[in-house]
DNA sequence: AAGCTAATACGAAATGGTTCGTGGAGTGTG
DNA sequence: CACACTCCACGAACCATTTCGTATTAGCTT
């Protein structure tokens, strides 16, 4: 499968509106992204038609005001993102990345270092066995 | 302090054959990059100019052959992109950041998840300690 | 000193991303 | 029907990045 285009810094705004708040109209998202920032509707309008004729968003004419949905999802998406991040910046190696991580500003919770713990001892139990390779729920 | 430039794609190429292979010429970063791609001569001079002019690197004019030095060390760097990365991708929350990069195709060796596995109990005794919540199940 | 070589400086073209204005088409209201 | 409003399509302007060709300068060799 060839890898998903990678949004840019302002199609990925776009999409987190639309991966919180579902298909929604140019309207909607101009809207959402304005209580933040003042951006131009045509602006959004334009961004959406090139997202779509990249294969980043998906739109039904149906109605008057289209409807635009994410092609991909939010976890896909970061996935991919963080592949190309890993290997750019760290070499492809997880590792220091997930140090550098837990040490940032705003750390992670109790309850998200238990999580991360878990999967921790899982990985661990794993790395013993080498050969099965389980793709994840 | 000011924020640092975040480096482009083809700047982090540069910079990280500068943080392997120490202060370089031109030359040099030239023919290593040029291991894995072709690039111009120039392209690569142009590009260690601009470098010098956004204050990522700095160059000594003394020699004939200028010699550039990263100003920033790579850790800087990585963390000032992670930061950057994290906000932008995962809404400035480490953990969902973590958990991925333990998931990837290429995952942490048995020394790398020791060194997650201690950091994280380390984490957990400090947010302990600030909040009261004294459960240790 | 003349000439070759290697390096820097300069500029320009191509590309891609971001922003927005204008025009035209569709929809509902008096 | 005519008016106002909403929406989409298109194109243009602007900016940064990336790439490289040409010109110029500095050093070495004979």
Redesign the pocket.
């Known amino acids: 499968m060839a890898t998903l285009p990678q949004p840019?810094?302002?199609?990925l705004k776009i999409l987190r509106v639309l991966w919180r708040q579902g298909p929604s109209?140019?309207?909607d998202v101009h809207q959402q992204i304005n209580r933040n920032e003042?951006?131009?509707y045509?602006?959004v309008?334009?961004?959406l038609?090139?997202m779509t004729s990249k294969g980043l968003v998906e739109r039904d004419?149906e109605a008057?005001?289209?409807v635009y949905k994410p092609v991909h999802s939010e976890l896909q998406t970061q996935r991919e993102m963080l592949g190309d991040f890993m290997s750019r910046v760290y070499d492809g190696s997880p590792s220091r990345l997930v140090m550098q991580a837990l040490g940032m500003s705003r750390p992670a919770s109790a309850d998200e270092l238990d999580e991360i713990d878990s999967l921790v001892r899982k990985l661990r139990r794993q790395s013993g066995s080498e050969e099965q390779g389980q793709d994840d729920a």
Request: no cysteine; hydrophobic share 30%; aromatic share 0%.
């Open positions: 840019t810094a302002s199609e109209t140019v309207r003042q951006l131009s045509t602006t309008l334009k961004q038609q090139i004419t008057r005001a289209h």
